[in-house]
C-alpha cells in the first residue's frame, strides 16, 4: 500500500523539515494551508511543483474541511502540527489557542473515525515539554506529572489526553510525541533562539543597536528541528502505539545561549547587574549590545525545562545528539548573519532602481 501522509502545520519550521523527510522516503505528501492575505509558504516554496506534494486549503478550526479532506486524502498518516505554537500569544488569545491547539485534535480525530480510517491510519500529534511547565521534577521523563503554566499548555493537554483516550476507546494508533524545545534556521522570528541569532547578525552588521528579551535565565532543552522530525516518523513506525519525550538531555539559559550567538556573529559579550537591570556589553566597544525589557515577561514563565530521551533513545533507536547546541547556534548564526548582508544588498539595490527610474521619469 503507498504511503500517504496528511500534514497539518505544513508551512511551519516542522512541517517544511517533515514535508521534506517523508518526500525522501517516497511518501505522497498532502499539506494544509490557510488563506493569507500576504505569502506565507517560504518554508516550503522549494517543494512546490513537486508530484507528490500536494497543498489544500482547510483550517484546524473547521470540522467539515478536515473530514472532507482526510476522505479525499485517505491518509495512512496523519502529523497533526498545526497549532498557535507561541507561549506569550497564548496568554493574549487564549480562545483562539484553544479552539486550534485543543479541540483541533478531536477534529482530526473526528475527521478519521467518520472516514472509517481508524485501523488504517496512524495518528502523530505534536505535544510539548511546556506539559510539565512548572516543573515538578528534573529531568523530565515519560512519567513526569505535567503541571501546565500558559493556555497553550493547558490547551496542549487536552490535546495530550483525547489522543490518549481515542487510543483507548477505539484502539487507534494514535500518539503523542513530547518534543523539547527545537530551532532552526526555518524558526519562527519572535522565538527567543531565532530572534536573538537575527539581532546578534544586525548588531554584527551595524543594523541594530541593541537587543531587548525578557527572563535570561529561563533554562531550555534546545535541540535541531531537522533531527527531531525523524523522531515523529519513528513514533509512527514502533510496533505499539506510546507516547515519546524527544529532547537532547542537556540544559542551558537564554544568556548562554546569547553569549554563545553573539561569539559566533564576532561579538565578546560580558555580563553586568541583575534582574531588570542586567546588560550585555560588547567588550570590544564597551556598548549595551543587550538588555532586559518587562515586555518580554510572561505572567507565568516556564524555567526548567531538561528532557530526559532514554525511552527514544532504546526503543526507537534515535540519536539525541545528532546536533550539539553548539553546532544548533552556529547553523543558526552562520544563515542569519547571510540573511542580513543579502536582505541589505537586495535594500540597496530596490533604492538604486527607485532612483534610477525617478531620473528616467525627470528627464
Ligand atoms: P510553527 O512554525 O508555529 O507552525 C505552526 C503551523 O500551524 C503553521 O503551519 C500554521 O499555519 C499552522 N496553523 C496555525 N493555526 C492553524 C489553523 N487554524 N489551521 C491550520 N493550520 C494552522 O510551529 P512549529 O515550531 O513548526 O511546531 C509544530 C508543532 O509542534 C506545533 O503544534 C507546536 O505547538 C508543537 N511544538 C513545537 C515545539 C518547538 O520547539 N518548535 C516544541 C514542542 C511542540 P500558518 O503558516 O498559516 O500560520
Ligand atoms: O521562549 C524566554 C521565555 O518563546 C523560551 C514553542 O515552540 O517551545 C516553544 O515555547 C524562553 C521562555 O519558546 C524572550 O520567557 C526571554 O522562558 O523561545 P520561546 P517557549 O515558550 O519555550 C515549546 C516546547 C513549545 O511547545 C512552543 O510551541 O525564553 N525569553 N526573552 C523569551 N522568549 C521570547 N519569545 N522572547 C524574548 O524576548
Redesign the pocket.
Known amino acids: 500500500m503507498k504511503n500517504v501522509a496528511l500534514i497539518t502545520g505544513v508551512t511551519g519550521q516542522d512541517g517544511s523539515y517533515l514535508s521534506e523527510f517523508l518526500l525522501a522516503k517516497g511518501y505522497d505528501v498532502h499539506g494544509i494551508i490557510r488563506r493569507s492575505s500576504v505569502d506565507y509558504r517560504e518554508r516550503i516554496a522549494h517543494l512546490e511543483g513537486k508530484p507528490n506534494f500536494h497543498l489544500h486549503y482547510a483550517d484546524m478550526s473547521d470540522s467539515m474541511s478536515l473530514v472532507k479532506l482526510v476522505g479525499q486524502v485517505q491518509p495512512t498518516e496523519i502529523y497533526n502540527l498545526a497549532?498557535q505554537?507561541?507561549?506569550?500569544v497564548s496568554f493574549d488569545a487564549p480562545e483562539f489557542t484553544a479552539d486550534v491547539d485543543a479541540v483541533g485534535v478531536l477534529r482530526i480525530l473526528e475527521a478519521v473515525r467518520t472516514n472509517h480510517l481508524e485501523q488504517t491510519c496512524k495518528i502523530y500529534q505534536?505535544s510539548?515539554?511546556?506539559l510539565y511547565g512548572k516543573v515538578e521534577e528534573v529531568p523530565q521523563n515519560e512519567n513526569t506529572p505535567f503541571h501546565p503554566y500558559?493556555p497553550?499548555?493547558v490547551a496542549?493537554l487536552y490535546g495530550f489526553w483525547i489522543i490518549k483516550e481515542y487510543r483507548e476507546a477505539y484502539n487507534m494508533f494514535c500518539c503523542s510525541g513530547i518534543?523539547?524545545?527545537?530551532?532552526s534556521e526555518r524558526r519562527?522570528e519572535?522565538?527567543?533562539?531565532?530572534?536573538i541569532t537575527l539581532a546578534a547578525a544586525r548588531i554584527a552588521q551595524g543594523k541594530q543597536d541593541c537587543l531587548?528579551?525578557?527572563?535570561?535565565d529561563?533554562l531550555?532543552d534546545w535541540g535541531y528541528a531537522k533531527d527531531y522530525v525523524e523522531c515523529m516518523w519513528l513514533i509512527l513506525q514502533h510496533d505499539k502505539p506510546e507516547d515519546f519525550v524527544i529532547a537532547t538531555g542537556v540544559q542551558h539559559t537564554?544568556r548562554e545561549f546569547a553569549t554563545l550567538a553573539f561569539k559566533y556573529a564576532g561579538i565578546e559579550l560580558k555580563w553586568e547587574g541583575e534582574g531588570i537591570d542586567e546588560k550585555g556589553i560588547n567588550v570590544a566597544t564597551g556598548k549595551v549590545v543587550v538588555a532586559v525589557?518587562p515586555d518580554?515577561?510572561?505572567p507565568t514563565?516556564?524555567?526548567n525545562?531538561w528532557g530526559d530521551p532514554t525511552k527514544a533513545k532504546n526503543e526507537l533507536g534515535w540519536n539525541p545528539q545528532t546536533t550539539s547546541f553548539e553546532e544548533l547556534v552556529k547553523i543558526m548564526v552562520a544563515h542569519d548573519m547571510q540573511k542580513v548582508a543579502a536582505d541589505h544588498v537586495a535594500g540597496v539595490m530596490r533604492i538604486n532602481l527607485q532612483e534610477y527610474l525617478e531620473h528616467r521619469e525627470n528627464r
Open positions: 497549532a505554537s507561541h507561549v506569550q505534536a510539548t515539554s511546556e500558559s497553550y499548555a496542549k518534543l523539547f524545545n527545537h530551532e519562527g519572535t522565538f527567543v533562539t531565532r530572534k531587548y528579551l525578557g527572563n535570561l529561563s531550555r537564554v525589557s518580554f515577561y510572561r514563565d516556564v524555567v525545562l
